[in-house]
């Protein structure tokens, strides 16, 4: 199975083409394999390239555990990279479709090739029961949420995936790797949920670590900085407007008086290789 390696401010996944690649059946264990930074390929999960019937393309993407999420906001834009170098659909504004529905992207080549890419990641989604959380408020803003013998004061928000944003004075490890694990499964949240970690520096930045739901610390999480932005607006903390730092780079996010949030942010192939599969089957569905 022919691969490419593409990462989006270090959220790093494989990328294969099922324009032109026959996967196997059983696509959570092969994201195990490609996955598994010690015996695979490595990455934060796996991403399929697939035929739409209503867009340039659709992106399936499953977490590095296997399970498959509804949307990926660097992987999005990776995504649309992919689309455009491999000449899919050579176009500066490209359709992808996602869990989340049909998304515009926007891409910006040097050289012919795509840089940096502008996602509209669509209207954030406030109601508890369609983020989902059981936490009371739409959206829960400043919730009480009993984690590790704290209680921590956090805002629900979903970019097609769950998001649990909580602000604090400094982001560690403590944060991460001690409360993100106990949140992601905190029985509050029955799809499990992306724990983002936020520290304002001004009315206009801000930085984030993230522990995403199935894969662990991540470099960046665009979903997770798109509602991070939102919740920071809606706790009177930013600007719409905002620079996000992330481990592996920077996001710039827009939530825009219409409604929409947009992201800007990098997109960059690394290699590409052959993975063994052992026998292979159908197309991916």
């Given at each position: 199975m022919r691969f490419t390696k593409m990462h989006g401010a270090g959220n790093d996944y494989v990328y294969v083409n099922a324009f032109e690649e026959q996967l196997p059946g059983d696509l959570a264990?092969?994201?195990r394999r490609v996955a598994d930074r010690h015996f695979g390929?490595?990455?934060?999960?796996?991403?399929?390239?697939?035929?739409?019937?209503?867009a340039d393309a659709r992106m399936?993407?499953?977490n590095a555990d296997g399970s498959e999420a509804e949307m990926c906001g660097n992987g999005v834009r990776c995504v649309a990279k992919y689309v455009y170098d491999h000449g899919i659909a050579r176009k500066e504004e490209l359709q992808i479709e996602t869990g989340r529905g049909v998304l515009t992207l926007?891409?910006?080549?040097?050289?012919?090739?795509?840089?940096?890419?502008?996602?509209n990641m669509g209207e954030p989604i406030l109601k508890a029961d369609e983020i989902p959380t059981t936490l009371p408020g739409e959206p829960p803003l400043k919730a009480p949420l009993e984690v590790g013998g704290k209680t921590l004061e956090v805002t629900c928000i979903s970019m097609g995936n769950p998001h649990c944003i909580t602000f604090v004075d400094e982001v560690t490890d403590d944060w991460v790797h001690g409360i993100g694990p106990q949140v992601e499964r905190h029985p509050a949240f029955p799809k499990r949920v992306n724990a983002e970690f936020i520290q304002i520096v001004s009315p206009t930045e801000m930085i984030m670590?993230?522990?995403?739901?199935?894969?662990?610390?991540?470099?960046?999480?665009?979903?997770?900085?798109?509602?991070?932005?939102?919740?920071?607006?809606?706790?009177?903390?930013?600007?719409?407007?905002?620079?996000?730092?992330?481990?592996?780079?920077?996001?710039?996010?827009?939530?825009?008086?219409?409604?929409?949030?947009?992201?800007?942010?990098?997109?960059?192939?690394?290699?590409?290789?052959?993975?063994?599969?052992?026998?292979?089957?159908?197309?991916?569905?």
């Open positions: 264990e092969l994201s390929i490595g990455g934060d999960g796996l991403i399929l390239i697939c035929p739409s019937e209503r399936r993407m499953f926007q891409v910006f080549p040097e050289q012919g090739k795509v840089e940096r890419v502008r996602v670590r993230v522990w995403e739901r199935g894969s662990g610390e991540t470099l960046a999480c665009g979903t997770g900085a798109c509602a991070s932005a939102v919740a920071a607006v809606l706790n009177g903390l930013t600007e719409r407007t905002v620079l996000c730092h992330l481990p592996g780079g920077d996001l710039t996010l827009e939530w825009a008086e219409s409604g929409e949030v947009y992201m800007t942010g990098p997109a960059t192939e690394v290699f590409n290789g052959e993975f063994p599969l052992g026998s292979k089957s159908s197309l991916a569905d």
